[in-house]
């Protein structure tokens, strides 16, 4: 073996090393379905704070958000951080208290108390095909470093069908390797495994950040040679066509992916979505001592988002001028492949194999969490109420070992889809297709949660559901799915109204939100559901 690829690959186990002995340790001495999920609410703060960070920051991030600053060259995807902070100042001030108050293991057992099973049953469904299709989207972008890894070394780049099985088997082996500390050591072990990944995440971008502006020839003046002066566009867009008038120039904001709109009004509900109704990241911030610790946690990690984004934003930014004054012809069609493209040519021996961790850090932490949330409200929801509802504590912590076996299996066929849509159409990018997945169903599940907690006596099992269900309608016609789907069929079954426009990703949980919100009002609770 080369001595330049043994040292990245030494650095690169001793990693998976470390992180697999550090879960199994950490998780010790569980014995209930309280310890594997809770960790028993003695996780400190700043733990939290890490575990957070480290499930937003996926694979996805560490490609997908570069890909987008190589692609758009600017950095308008950050002004969605700016509604982040937002949306998660209200999650902690509207959602937290509750959970904490029922003494919930999954949040869904919120809806139960307050309407019914029926409730519970269609949020918890919601949750767990959703996050099982988006933390499976993503997944498969680690293996992209295996896929430009085996180009690199056999000095042929590999055909569809060896690039699909190259991708199959690094996600067969990033998920085995997850799935053996948070099987067994449940939250505890995902969360002091979070805090490691993290940091090397972070410290893996930043490092790459550094070499890449100093490998640019004329530093900070060929930048702007070549991107041309930094305006406040390239931050801030508003999406309104000032040559239209009237109900089309406001179309077009709408229409646009990042926007100033987008980021103060549907990154909220982003967020408090995915922040306030999903089961992977509410229960970490529920393994925290008290409310108190649990809002700083949140609150803190938003903040963390903006530096975070604007690092990766900027390593695509800086690839794109890098490869303007080097041009490679070797380089990969697609933006989300062009950082990994640059770790594996460009990195020294060693800082290649730390980045190259910095992937795996990615993956398997916000897999990790995902398997365990998954687990979690399978085994809370639904294995505990029908399957043995005389379970013991013995038998409701294999269950939950049982479920994240399982669920890991399916990440691995929903990776394998996304690698082969994405094989085939190599100009996708990853971020509209990980974050789409959520805005379909996730307005649906942030509706009915408003409407528990922000009303008092409005809302039942059966207007729930009809409410998510026509949520959800309204999202797929203002997405376009309708008309995406008749391609599909090379029909003409629907034809979307010229004055209603195709909305991007950003604003269909907003819209899913208020549809759900609204209808869900329109009936009244029986008098033991409504809170005192």
Request: proline share 4%.
């Amino acid at each position: 073996m080369d001595l330049r690829l043994a040292i990245d690959t030494g650095v690169l186990l001793l990693y998976l090393i470390v992180i697999i002995f550090i879960g199994l340790r950490m998780g010790r001495k569980e014995d209930n379905l309280e310890d594997f999920a809770l960790a028993g609410r003695r996780i400190p703060w700043w733990a939290v704070l890490a575990s957070l960070v480290a499930a937003e920051t996926s694979a996805g991030t560490f490609f997908g958000t570069p890909g987008e600053g190589f692609a758009l060259r600017n950095y308008t995807y950050l002004q969605l951080a700016f509604g982040t902070i937002i949306g998660r100042v209200l999650v902690s001030y509207i959602f937290i208290k509750p959970y904490y108050d029922y003494k919930v293991f999954s949040i869904y057992e919120y809806l139960t108390a307050r309407f019914g099973v029926a409730s519970k049953n269609a949020a918890s469904a919601v949750f767990m095909i959703t996050r099982l299709l988006a933390s499976g989207a993503r997944l498969y972008v680690a293996a992209i470093a295996f896929a430009l890894a085996y180009e690199m070394i056999s000095g042929a780049r590999p055909n569809q069908t060896q690039t699909l099985w190259i991708y199959i088997g690094a996600t067969v082996a990033v998920v085995l390797l997850t799935a053996i500390y948070t099987t067994f050591g449940g939250i505890k072990a995902v969360i002091w495994t979070d805090l490691i990944q993290a940091s090397i995440m972070i410290g893996s971008a930043v490092i790459a950040l550094g070499l890449l502006y100093f490998a640019i020839p004329g530093g900070w003046h060929e930048i702007v040679q070549r991107h041309g002066d930094f305006h406040a566009s390239d931050l801030i867009a508003t999406g309104l066509d000032p040559a239209r008038h009237g109900w089309d120039k406001w179309k077009g904001m709408f229409e646009t992916e990042y926007t100033i709109f987008a980021g103060l009004i549907g990154a909220v509900f982003i967020t408090m979505a995915t922040h306030g109704t999903d089961q992977d990241m509410v229960q970490r911030m529920l393994t925290a001592k008290d409310i108190r610790r649990s809002r700083r946690s949140l609150i803190f990690s938003g903040l963390a988002d903006i530096p975070i984004a604007l690092t990766f934003l900027s390593i695509g930014l800086l690839l794109w001028v890098y490869y303007q004054a080097h041009p490679d012809p070797t380089l990969p069609k697609s933006p989300n492949e062009t950082f990994c493209h640059f770790i594996l040519y460009q990195m020294p021996v060693g800082l290649r194999g730390l980045l190259l961790a910095g992937i795996f850090a990615t993956a398997m932490g916000s897999l990790s969490t995902a398997l365990n949330a998954l687990a979690t409200s399978f085994t809370r929801d639904w294995y505990e109420p029908y399957l043995n509802p005389a379970a013991t504590d013995a038998q409701s912590l294999r269950a939950v070992r049982w479920a994240t076996v399982w669920f890991s299996v399916l990440m691995i066929i929903v990776a394998s889809t996304t690698a082969y849509l994405v094989i085939v159409h190599p100009n996708v990018r990853i971020i509209p297709i990980v974050l789409g997945i959520w805005g379909y169903t996730y307005g649906s599940l942030l509706g009915v949660f408003f409407a528990g907690m922000l009303t008092k006596m409005r809302g039942n099992d059966r207007g729930n559901i009809i409410a998510m269900i026509l949520g959800f309608l309204v999202v797929a016609i203002l997405s376009g799915l309708p008309n995406n789907v008749a391609g599909i069929f090379g029909t003409k079954f629907y034809q979307q109204p010229s004055w209603l426009p195709v909305m991007e990703f950003p604003w269909w949980i907003f819209f899913g939100t208020i549809v759900t919100f609204l209808v869900a009002i329109l009936f009244r609770s029986r008098p033991h559901q409504r809170p005192a």
